[in-house]
């Protein structure tokens, strides 16, 4: 074996034996203190904030990849949302009204997306409370209206099959899918 590949091996051996969260440049860092880390945490959300809303959790998340300790990261998360600069629930309504504006997006997406950025289950629900059954089948049929004209040369069961998988993977029921592609293909002909 040459000298370098062992050294690389060398090293690799070393990194492996030091702890997940310690780097050879934390080892050689100083002690930060705590009003340090505070400030670093208070950096961190109010950058993250200025480039876009989010959630407490997703703040708590890019904390901790900053390295910070839990009880400073608590207290400067519930300082934010003792101001009200973190909301949870404003901001469900806010992804819930947006998506499903902009997307067409069914209650059951926003309810997924709502719990994969940490939103509470109360939180979600009161903003998922906005949207009703009528205004899903009239997104569905807005859409289906937007797609209708780009199949009218396929074949009556590609078409139909085509309009419903497109409802379909937006999260739309087979039964709205069903009902608005057979209406809107009755209005065509």
């Not at 062992?6 to 090293?11: C, Q, S, V």
């Not at 080892?27 to 993250?48: C, F, G, H, T, Y």
């Not at 901790?64 to 300790?69: L, N």
């Not at 719990?115 to 009703?132: F, H, N, P, Y």
Request: proline share 3%; net charge positive.
């Amino acid at each position: 074996m040459s000298s370098p590949q062992m050294t690389r091996r060398a090293k690799t051996s070393a990194s492996r034996s030091r702890s997940a969260s310690e780097s050879y440049f934390d080892s050689l860092a100083p002690e930060r203190s705590p009003q340090d880390l505070e400030q670093d945490a208070r950096n961190i959300v109010l950058r993250k904030l200025n480039y876009a809303p989010r959630t407490r959790s997703e703040l708590a998340t890019d904390l901790v990849a900053g390295g910070i300790p839990e009880s400073i990261r608590e207290q400067v998360l519930d300082r934010y949302v003792e101001v009200g600069l973190i909301d949870d629930a404003a901001l469900a309504e806010l992804w819930v009204t947006s998506r499903q504006r902009t997307k067409g997006s069914t209650r059951s997406v926003l309810k997924h997306e709502l719990r994969q950025k940490g939103v509470s289950d109360e939180d979600a629900e009161a903003a998922l409370a906005l949207i009703t059954e009528a205004d899903e089948y009239e997104r569905a049929r807005s859409l289906i209206a937007t797609k209708i004209r780009a199949t009218e040369r396929l074949a009556p069961k590609a078409r139909t099959r085509r309009l419903m998988g497109l409802l379909m993977r937006r999260g739309y029921s087979a039964n709205l899918a069903q009902v608005v592609v057979q209406e809107a293909i009755g209005a065509c002909e």
